[in-house]
């Protein structure tokens, strides 16, 4: 095994790729193909990423058998991409033991949102409980952590034989991964970015006050600084622990996000 020289080989065609011009093709609509061969890359603009994540999956096998750890992913990895399909995402991809959507086209920001406080609603009534039914007191310590952000995403099919994957380079994916990894479990962590698109949604941003503790709507997402982010790092927001679609409201308030509304008369009556 000539390793030295592979290595040497690898360095010219290092310095050849940096050199070589590439083109970037603006991509109005979503793309459905990448190239491979040629040095072009799609670009494609304000695309929003979702990023969720296991918390803690690294402890799973410990102390646990093989078949007992499958059975959580089944559980876990296989319904976060149910989930997250029924929001109609242009690109879903999983990768360890999370996933990552890309959303695009109408209602984008909408369509993104209702997913990540899905995944975490999904994490929150029916992963952990499950996981506390089954497990007991061995239940393991984790939940679904996601992250949310947006920009322009470059993408270009890189590989060898036959593992031709899409690389998805530029803000979106990147940043929601590191929002994601900032949360906790049961958290979800926007940008600055998203967070303007939602600021004055009182639909996404008060809660339906329908609570005993809660009786009025009531704002629900706190500033948090994400210290991994290069920029905004401190205009972040965060939905805390514990919240998801209320059980009697939740349905009504998800469809009126995706059919754009903005507007709630009681919040605006408690602002007046
Ligand atoms: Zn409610």
């Known amino acids: 095994m000539n390793v030295n020289e592979f290595l040497d080989d690898l360095r010219d065609r290092v310095d050849g790729e940096l050199v070589n011009p590439v083109e970037i093709e603006e991509a109005a609509v979503f793309p459905d193909q990448f190239y491979v061969e040629r040095r072009t890359w799609k670009r494609i603009r304000d695309v929003v990423a979702v990023v969720a994540d296991l918390k803690g999956s ?3 096998s410990y102390n646990r058998r093989p078949e007992a750890t499958a059975r959580i992913y089944e559980a876990a990895t296989g319904n976060m991409a149910r989930t ?3 929001f109609e995402p242009d690109f879903v991809d999983i990768q360890g033991d999370g996933l990552f959507g890309l959303f695009h ?4 920001y909408q369509r993104a949102m209702c997913a990540a406080i899905t995944l975490k609603s999904f994490g929150i ?3 952990e409980a499950a996981l506390d039914d089954h497990f007991g007191v061995d239940a393991p310590d984790t939940g679904i952590k996601v992250g949310m952000a947006s920009g322009t995403i470059i993408v270009k099919n890189v590989g060898v034989r036959g593992t031709n994957e899409p690389v998805w380079a530029g803000r979106p994916v990147n940043y929601a991964t590191k929002c994601a990894q900032a949360a906790d479990k049961q958290e979800l962590i926007i940008t600055p970015q998203v967070w303007e698109h939602f600021a004055d949604n009182h639909w996404v941003a008060y809660s339906c006050g329908c609570s005993e503790e809660n009786t009025t709507p009531s704002e629900l997402w706190d500033p948090i600084t994400v210290e991994k982010l290069p920029e905004g ?3 972040c927001r965060r939905l805390r622990t514990g919240i998801a679609w209320c059980s009697t ?3 009504q308030f998800c469809q009126a996000i995706l059919d754009g509304l903005r507007l709630r008369k009681s919040v605006v009556a408690a602002a007046a």
């Open 105 to 108: 086209g109408h209602r984008r």
């Open 125 to 127: 009534q029916a992963l």
């Open 84 to 86: 997250i399909e029924r």
């Open 233 to 235: 790092a401190a205009d």
């Open 249 to 251: 409201h939740g349905d």
């Open 58 to 60: 690294t402890n799973f």
